[in-house]
Nanobody, 119 residues
């Protein structure tokens, strides 16, 4: 059973940085795609970054491109989201998600971690 656990959220001032971590367990993730989503109050959940575990190919939403970086540590089975130049509109609950390459939706989710950016 795949388990994902996020950490690293918190309160930060605009312009600051945070790094979110996602500890993944239960499988070998070589054939998986890992992603970070976020959901702000009153808004739909949106994907912000994704990465193929093998090869490290990444993609980003336009709203975070150039400010956020997704990465992984194979030895720790962990995925990270480095968030720089944070803006108040980045305030949301951030979720780690995973599924097999080629799957059209993400079946595995963490519980989420709150990120609040003050102006």
């Amino acid at each position: 059973q795949v388990q994902l656990e996020e950490s690293g959220g918190g309160l930060v001032q605009a312009g600051g940085s945070l790094r979110l971590s996602c500890a993944a367990s239960g499988r070998t993730f070589n054939n998986y795609i890992m992603a970070w989503f976020r959901q702000a109050p009153g808004k739909e959940r949106e994907i912000v970054a994704a990465m193929r575990w093998i090869g490290g190919i990444t993609s980003y939403s336009d709203s975070v491109k150039g400010r956020f970086t997704i990465s992984r540590d194979n030895t720790k089975n962990a995925v990270y989201l480095q968030m720089d130049s944070l803006k108040p509109e980045d305030t949301a609950v951030y979720y780690c998600a995973a599924d097999l390459l080629g799957t059209k939706s993400y079946r595995y989710w963490g519980q989420g971690t709150q990120v609040t950016v003050s102006s």
